[in-house]
C-alpha cells in the first residue's frame, strides 16, 4: 500500500458519458500528478497539483479537466469519453522535489 | 525534446541470471533520474533515485548507474527471481519540482523457471 488510494478501482462506461476519477493524496504530500496508460504505452503526463494550484500541464485533452480540493484529494473529470480514453489513469503524490508515489491506478473501460 | 529511450523493449531471462537494462536520456537541464519497477496493471513503485553527482546506487539486488556525461544509465538486476518480472521505467527529472518528468516507455523483463 503506497499510500495514495484511488476510486474507482475500475469503471465501465459509454462514449460520450462523463466519468470523474478520483485521488487521496499520501499524508503530508502537496503535489498531485495524474497519468494516463494506455494499454502497453507508456506513462503520460497529465496534469500536476500543487497545494491546490496547478503547477504543470502535459499532454491533457480539452475533454479532460481537474482540480485539487482544500483538503488535498483532486478529481480527474473526463467528458464526451471516447473508445480511445480507455486506459489506466494513476494518481501520484510527492513532497516537493520528492519521488512521486503512485496510486492502483483507475481502469477506465469505454465501450 | 526531451526524451528517454530504453532498451531493450522486452527481455526474457531464466530465473537466477542476471540482467541489464538501459537508459539514455536528452533531458535538459537534469535534476534525477529514477528507476521505477511497475507490475502488470499495478502503479509503478520507485527503486533507485541518482543525482547529477551520483553514480552508482543499490537496492537490494537492484543496481542502478549514472553517468551524466553520456547521459546514460543502467539498472542491473543480479540473481533474478520470477518476482522481477515486470516493467521497468526509466524517469528523468529536468528540474527539482518534479515538473518536468520525463518518462521512458519501459523495458518489459519477463523471468522464466
Known amino acids: 500500500d503506497s499510500g495514495v488510494t484511488q476510486t474507482p478501482k475500475h469503471l465501465i462506461t459509454a462514449t460520450g458519458q462523463r466519468v470523474t476519477l478520483r485521488c487521496s493524496p499520501r499524508s503530508g504530500d502537496l503535489s498531485v500528478y495524474w497519468y494516463q496508460q494506455s494499454l502497453d504505452q507508456g506513462l503520460q503526463f497529465l496534469i500536476q497539483?500543487?497545494?491546490?494550484?496547478?503547477?504543470a500541464k502535459g499532454n491533457i485533452l480539452e475533454r479532460f479537466s481537474a482540480q485539487q480540493f482544500p483538503d488535498l484529494h483532486s478529481e480527474l473529470n473526463l467528458s464526451s469519453l471516447e473508445l480511445g480514453d480507455s486506459a489506466l489513469y494513476f494518481c501520484a503524490s510527492s513532497v516537493e522535489g520528492g519521488a512521486p508515489v503512485f496510486g492502483p491506478g483507475t481502469r477506465l473501460t469505454v465501450l | 525534446k526531451n526524451q528517454v529511450e530504453q532498451s531493450p523493449q522486452s527481455l526474457i531471462i531464466l530465473e537466477g541470471k542476471n540482467c541489464t537494462l538501459q537508459c539514455n536520456y536528452t533531458v535538459s537541464p537534469f535534476s534525477n533520474l529514477r528507476w521505477y519497477k511497475q507490475d502488470t496493471g499495478r502503479g509503478p513503485v520507485s527503486l533507485t533515485i541518482m543525482t547529477f553527482s551520483e553514480n552508482t546506487k543499490s537496492n537490494g539486488r537492484y543496481t542502478a548507474t549514472l553517468d551524466a556525461d553520456t547521459k546514460q544509465s543502467s539498472l542491473h538486476i543480479t540473481a533474478s527471481q520470477l518476482s522481477d518480472s515486470a516493467s521497468y521505467i526509466c524517469v528523468v527529472s529536468g528540474n527539482f519540482g518534479n515538473e518536468k518528468l520525463t518518462f521512458g516507455t519501459g523495458t518489459r523483463l519477463t523471468i522464466i523457471p
Open positions: 497539483y500543487y497545494n491546490g494550484e496547478e503547477r
